[in-house]
């Protein structure tokens, strides 16, 4: 039977109380040599704060997904351990409707919690680290809600700290410029109180005293510029690991345990690297790597991911450079596991490492039905939930035709047009307005599908025909990213969908058999799309990356090199996010304080209702005609393909209703010579 949280709670008081009233510790008799103890750390990592299962996007409850069933996961754990660390790595205060509405539609106030906070309070979590995607809302929220005073230029500095999380948030590579100190506590040492028996099995109390630090990808200052420039840099997590661990060690810590939001990237080490894991593994003195941001299960023997492939990490037992690791999927699905054999030689403590076992546990059972939620947590944000609810149901407009992602792959611009409209609108009017200097410049608008597959066969956008509400919105830019617009040349954008073209794999038209048209590890939000009547390319898939666009015309004449261009786009990819060439922020001409998603909705309210013909049927791209021996295929729900046909797409097939991975996904082909 799961024990709900009303259950759970009553075990936390004691430890909790303790922890918080700081009071100094009673000296304790001596371990006797030959004490031993299990100790199990706990990962949650990018929840994005999906507190329930509930998709705001679709207005339906969504099993796969919210730390009420992690919840369950974490009770369960704690009756098969002992003694447990429960750990959170970032990435967990935006990424859902609620997490929208508390930050920008609604603000939590100082005294209050944040609906995940309030949650992750009363389960007990022992610390947390910080996420790229947490600094989205600005240092002043983040100050706010995690209850620290950030001495940074340009934001003010509260009187006295707000209410927190009720557990220590740790980062170390993020510095103030005015204070030259890390942002946040880069450590904390938990005294952590443990069962545990002596070497003739009778049970005695004990301490582990466990350090816990913190990094995140120093990415951020590219990602959130608007927010971090010239109020905090950032520091390389081998250079400050190397700084801290050695003190960490002098001040006590037995166990070590250091918690990274990023993956790993075998590529030569550099402090700016978006994924140093890899070398951070390698820094003496760390016992447990807590991995994020990749949004990938770690340990998976079956992983066909890059990066889980590498020399030095075993993606079946769960450690890189033999440091035990983890990565916990993302959205509460997973709850990360590596439990610790520890001996007391009298001295102190210390690992039987050929002990320590690393695991992942999911919501979904081997029966793909799902663990039950606890239904604790949504009482304790139900009145947040349901303002949420109320919210996104707001009307702005109405729409004709299905806008959906299913086939975003082979080009369906159906759920991009109108985001591509909206931005380059608002980018006409902005020059108009403010920049004369580039009235006679085209104005061409990127989008991406940002939901396509990658978290399972509901991880699509998909808008119905019909009324158009916020949520609908929200669906369609699943982002809190601003308007930014680049100028570019021909060259600087011919490279640009270069690299958006890196999404699909290469293929050999001599081989017959099977090929995978996508290239699963280049995420959809990085294939930046053109929907523009007056522009046209070709994307040769049986080219290598980096050489594919082929006849690329503005208003039927070839695009030449020097040729200026204005894009509307957001900040991350204007500043550098995903490293696409030339896009480092010196060629931003406007910096929007606008939201693309506000920008969305007030065009969408001025045109009240879209129609296919004029807001869903313009396709820039296509592929290069090319006939292959074999199928080239690709993955996407099953029974979709009337909106394909919708869509004026007649080259996709379906082979079969189920692909055979068990993942509720179906096999469909793409004839690339149509």
Request: aromatic content about 8%; overall charge neutral.
């Amino acid at each position: 039977m799961t024990r709900h949280l009303s259950h759970l709670f009553r075990l936390l008081p004691l430890a909790a109380m303790a922890s918080a009233a700081g009071a100094a510790p009673v000296p304790r008799a001596p371990l006797p040599a030959g004490t031993h103890a299990t100790l199990a750390i706990l990962e949650t990592t990018d929840l994005h704060a999906n507190v329930v299962g509930y998709d705001y996007f679709k207005l339906a409850a969504d099993p796969s997904l919210g730390l009420d069933r992690t919840a369950t996961l974490i009770a369960q754990a704690r009756r098969d351990f002992p003694n447990t660390v429960l750990l959170d790595n970032g990435d967990t205060i935006q990424g859902s409707a609620l997490g929208d509405y508390q930050a920008v539609v609604a603000p939590v106030k100082c005294g209050e919690l944040l609906g995940i906070h309030k949650v992750m309070k009363r389960l007990g979590y022992d610390g947390g680290g910080v996420g790229n995607h947490d600094f989205n809302y600005g240092l002043g929220f983040l100050g706010q809600v995690t209850g620290n005073r950030f001495d940074v230029p340009g934001v003010a500095r509260a009187q006295k700290p707000c209410a927190g999380p009720g557990f220590p948030i740790v980062l170390a590579n993020v510095v103030s410029v005015r204070t030259h100190q890390p942002l946040f506590a880069p450590y904390r040492i938990i005294e952590k109180r443990v069962h545990a028996e002596d070497a003739a099995g009778k049970p005695v109390e004990a301490t582990v005293k466990v350090g816990i630090i913190g990094f995140t990808t120093p990415t951020i200052l590219s990602w959130d510029k608007r927010w971090l420039e010239g109020r905090v840099t950032t520091e390389g997590v081998v250079e400050t690991a190397r700084r801290y661990i050695p003190e960490m060690r002098r001040k006590g810590a037995d166990v070590i345990v250091a918690i990274s939001h990023g993956g790993l990237d075998a590529s030569p080490y550099s402090p700016t690297m978006e994924n140093g894991n890899y070398y951070l593994a390698q820094v003496p003195g760390i016992d447990a790597l807590l991995l994020g941001h990749a949004h990938q299960q770690f340990p998976n023997p079956t992983s066909t991911v890059a990066q889980f492939n590498l020399p030095n990490v075993d993606k079946a037992r769960g450690t890189v450079f033999g440091v035990p690791t983890v990565m916990a999927s993302l959205w509460g699905k997973n709850l990360g596991v590596i439990r610790f054999d520890l001996r007391h030689d009298g001295k102190g403590w210390t690992i039987a490492r050929d002990n320590t076992v690393v695991e992942t546990r999911a919501t979904q059972q081997a029966d793909k039905s799902y663990v039950a939620a606890d239904p604790a947590v949504l009482d304790l944000v139900r009145a947040e939930h349901e303002a949420t609810i109320r919210y996104v149901k707001t009307p702005v407009g109405s729409t004709d035709f299905r806008m959906s992602t299913y086939f975003a792959d082979v080009g369906d611009p159906s759920a991009i047009q109108p985001v591509n409209a909206a931005q380059a609108d608002y980018v006409r009017a902005y020059v108009k307005a403010n920049l004369p200097q580039y009235a006679n410049l085209p104005v061409l608008s990127v989008s991406a599908a940002f939901k396509a597959g990658a978290a399972g066969p509901g991880d699509y956008t998909d808008v119905a025909p019909g009324s158009l509400a916020l949520n609908n919105a929200a669906d369609l830019y699943l982002y809190p990213n601003s308007l930014y617009a680049v100028k570019v040349d021909g060259a600087a954008l011919t490279a640009w969908l270069e690299k958006a073209a890196h999404r699909f794999n290469t293929i050999d038209p001599a081989r017959a058999e099977p090929q995978e048209l996508v290239n699963g590890g280049f995420p959809s939000y990085n294939f930046d799309t053109v929907t523009d009547p007056d522009l046209h390319y070709e994307i040769d898939v049986t080219r290598p990356p980096g050489q594919r666009i082929r006849n690329l015309t503005w208003q039927g004449k070839p695009v030449a090199g020097g040729q200026a261009f204005l894009v509307a786009t957001n900040n991350y990819r204007a500043s550098g996010g995903g490293n696409f060439p030339g896009l480092d922020g010196s060629k931003t001409v406007i910096a929007s304080p606008d939201a693309n998603r506000d920008v969305l909705i007030a065009w969408i309210r001025a045109h009240k209702r879209l129609t296919r013909a004029a807001d869903g049927a313009a396709r820039s791209w296509r592929f290069t005609p090319v006939t292959t021996a074999g199928p080239v295929v690709f993955h996407a729900p099953p029974g979709k393909l009337d909106l394909a046909r919708a869509a004026g797409i007649d080259n996709v097939t379906e082979l079969r209703a189920d692909d055979g991975q068990g993942k509720g996904v179906a096999l469909y082909a793409v004839d690339l010579s149509k």
